[in-house]
């Protein structure tokens, strides 16, 4: 290969490049922290479900969770419904 086609894909290059570190690097890291966030749930964690439903772990298993969101109302849900542990403050 001589220097003008290498040249030539040099921006397709650096284009990918871009890409991998804009879009590619962070949605691992994010994803890679949202599991284990989900790993960590355990009973009693305050959590918000995607749909935005507030609720405390009463059980965790597998793949399943039961939400306690009010005093006698218990919800069973997936374990990748839940979208964020809430801190004391919140």
Do not use: C, H, W
């Amino acid at each position: 290969m001589d220097v003008k086609a290498l040249a030539g894909f040099l921006p397709i290059i650096l284009l990918f490049g871009i890409f991998y570190f804009v879009l590619i690097r962070p949605q691992q890291a994010q994803q890679k922290k949202r599991k284990e966030m989900l790993e960590s749930l355990r009973k009693g964690d305050r959590v918000v479900s995607i749909g935005g439903i507030y609720g405390i772990l009463k059980e965790v298993r597998d793949d399943i969770v039961i939400l306690r969101i009010a005093d006698t109302v218990n919800i069973k849900m997936a374990r990748g419904g839940i979208d964020r542990i809430l801190s004391d403050e919140e």
